[in-house]
């Protein structure tokens, strides 16, 4: 369908879950999803169609192949088929045949028996005893999974015989019955999000965003001064870096995501505040610039470690359970959070630290404690 | 210096009060569940503008089709919005070819949503599931990371219990909510609980952090007063980081933000400040009751409020 981003997900036990960006239709995409696994026994002539080779087929076309008999397709070394624009007749689908299973034939090899439905008997008995010796290909999803010879008429069911093993002539059975996916799709949900509304919330909610980090900046610096103004650097870093790692794995922003990042932010800020109330309190207790920046930080590192730890160990787990289990907002949202916290983490060790030590050797710090709110 | 464990269970009684007539309109109304959770399909549909057809119409084209719940909601810029139980692709499909033809011109379909109920019941426990595991592995890593005081136990426990009042207030709100302003809970509110949670905890862990350091302070002080003396040295530090990492942000998302947006930011609002709240009202009070295993006087006589 020429979506780029099509993600598939098992959920649960019986759900699998399919995202298409940018497709409006839901008809559509309905309709090519449950196409997956379309099985064709295609006429192949006197061609012998090597398993992988792609063809085009007549099936769904809006009528039917008009080949000419004195033009017989050939297959080049690379697996191409010439000329190019051949296309090969459908002669019938999986849905007409039945009863498939695997047995051992006489000298030890695999074979496949087949039924074939009711009401296909007929045509199918004309079709073999008009093609003795011809290769019907059995073709899933345009691709050639094997290219047996009618050795004769066939009446009800026929046999495929070939170079198998027990575990390739399985695979074609399991094939041949169900499609490509041992399962019959129903679609049990399918929604369109309309852009006109997703982009007038989603701009709402930046410029609000944009506000509340504006009064964050602001009460910071107004509120812890100097270090206020470290803060916001560090922060700002936090964020860069967060986004970087999630352009790189990638992330995709959806709405519990991006609330798992704000929540890493907060995290991030609530790591500031508490170097900086502890730095107060140590020069409220008399201590010099540097040796409250060094307390401060020692102590308020444990509540830090260990505030981050547990909510990174709560990500790991509601992330494994919605990975598992298919709930993806629990998965979305524990992944940035686990990202933001562990980036946080760092921050506060590495940055916040090391900008206020640099601060105060630009600084004489005696002569500017006030910038400290002390 | 400010007593606030004195005053504890005037703080257990304002929790109570304000969780238990939420969950019981809960219980009286059921849990207001959206199509999200109870499987069901939503239609939003914009007419040109001069054809919207009316509310009564729309309900008699899915009565015919034996449709029978159909609420209909009109929105802005000619949009319907309709949800109802679950409809087949056929059915929908002849919904929407009968309001084409009531339209008299193409319709644009904004939302198609159906819904199969199971999926939302399986996340849903899912989550639950997951949440319970969490809580678990904190229990055990609060236990190991404050193996240096005593009772490391009870400092897990009295996290989790603080954060389950949190989810509890969520709860409330959400009844109190469905009440008043027809509030559904949708994914996004899954969304906001487990938010909830995590910063629960996490603040959790660091009101605690400060009695764990005052422990190996003032080791003959008596806990309340330990305890006590904690949450006051880090309420400073509470305001601020609510101030900063929640007010702020999520004052403006509801106040600015879009109106998809509103209720999610209004129960994260509320969730969050209970989330600082407790740490200092409810978490700190339980590790004191249970220092002083309250309860043996609780039946005996009224219990100490002052």
């Known amino acids: ?374 | 210096m400010l007593n606030i464990l004195g005053k504890r269970y005037i703080f257990f009684a304002i929790s109570l009060l304000l969780i238990i007539p939420g969950l019981i309109m809960l219980g009286i109304n059921g849990m207001p569940l959206s199509i999200d959770f109870k499987g069901g399909t939503l239609l939003e549909v914009q007419f040109p503008s001069n054809a919207l057809p009316s509310t009564e119409q729309v309900k008699n084209i899915y009565d015919g089709l034996g449709i029978k719940d159909a609420q209909i909601q009109t929105t802005e810029d000619n949009v319907l919005i309709i949800r109802s139980s679950v409809l087949s692709d056929t059915v929908r499909l002849d919904i929407l070819d009968q309001l084409t033809t009531l339209a008299g011109s193409e319709l644009i379909i904004r939302k198609s949503d159906t819904v199969g109920p199971s999926i939302g019941e399986g996340v849903t426990k899912r989550a639950l599931q997951a949440v319970g595991l969490a809580a678990l592995a904190i229990v055990l890593y609060i236990t190991f990371a404050f193996r240096g005081v005593p009772h490391a136990f009870r400092y897990g426990v009295c996290a989790i219990v603080a954060m389950i009042h949190d989810v509890l207030i969520v709860l409330a709100l959400t009844g109190y909510g469905a009440r008043l302003f027809g509030w559904q809970v949708d994914s996004l509110y899954l969304t906001a609980v487990l938010t909830v949670i995590g910063f629960s905890v996490q603040d959790k862990i660091v009101v605690f952090d400060r009695i764990r350091e005052n422990n190996t302070i003032y080791r003959k002080l008596e806990f309340e007063k330990l305890a006590n003396h904690s949450i006051v040295q880090t309420l400073q530090r509470s305001i601020n980081t609510q101030l900063m990492t929640v007010e702020f942000f999520l004052l403006a998302l509801a106040l600015f933000g879009g109106v998809t947006l509103r209720e999610f930011a209004v129960i994260l609002l509320v969730g969050l400040f209970s989330g600082t709240y407790s740490s200092i009202f409810i978490a700190a009070p339980l590790l004191v009751v249970w220092e002083n295993q309250e309860w043996k006087t609780w039946f005996r006589r009224t219990p100490k409020t002052a």
């Open chain 1, 1 to 374: 369908m020429g979506v780029s981003e099509v993600v598939f997900q098992v959920a649960g036990d019986k759900y699998i879950l399919g995202e298409f960006p940018g497709l409006t239709n839901t008809e559509e995409v309905i309709a090519t999803v449950k196409q997956t696994g379309l099985l064709e026994f295609v006429d192949a002539g006197t061609t012998f169609l090597p398993e992988g080779t792609v063809i085009a087929t007549d099936y769904g076309l809006a009528e039917a192949a008009t080949n000419d008999p004195a033009v017989i397709p050939v297959v080049t070394a690379e697996g191409v088929v010439e000329p190019a624009d051949y296309v090969f007749h459908t002669v019938m689908l999986g849905s007409q045949i039945k009863n498939v299973s695997v047995e051992v034939d006489p000298t030890g090899g695999f074979v496949i028996p087949f039924e074939v439905t009711a009401e296909s008997t007929k045509m199918f008995r004309e079709y073999t005893s008009a093609n003795i010796n011809k290769n019907l290909a059995i073709v899933l999803d345009k691709r050639v999974i094997s290219c047996p010879t009618i050795q004769g008429a066939l009446d009800g069911g026929g046999q495929i015989s070939g170079n198998f093993t027990s575990e390739t002539a399985n695979n074609l059975a399991v094939t041949l019955r169900y499609g490509r996916l041992p399962v019959a799709l129903e679609v049990v949900e399918s929604r369109i999000i309309g852009p006109t509304l997703g982009e007038d919330s989603l701009d709402k909610s930046l410029l609000a965003g944009a506000i509340g980090f504006a009064i964050v900046i602001l009460f910071m610096t107004i509120y812890y001064r100097l270090p206020g103004v470290v803060a916001v650097f560090s922060i700002a870093i936090y964020a860069g870096l967060t986004f970087a790692l999630f352009k790189l794995i990638p992330v995709t922003l959806t709405l519990p995501s991006i609330a798992g990042f704000l929540l890493s932010t907060g995290s991030a800020l609530d790591a500031n505040i508490l170097i900086f109330e502890r730095l107060k309190e140590e020069l409220r207790n008399g201590r010099t610039l540097q040796q409250a920046i060094d307390l401060g930080w020692k102590r308020a590192w444990p509540s830090i470690r260990d505030s981050n730890i547990a909510t990174i160990i709560t990500s790991i787990i509601l992330f494994w359970f919605g990975s598992a289990f298919g709930a993806s907002i629990v998965k979305g949202f524990a992944l940035t959070l686990a990202l933001g916290v562990g980036v946080s983490l760092f921050t506060a060790i590495v940055v916040t630290r090391n900008f206020l030590s640099i601060v105060i050797k630009l600084i004489n710090p005696a002569r500017h404690q006030k910038w400290f709110g002390a």
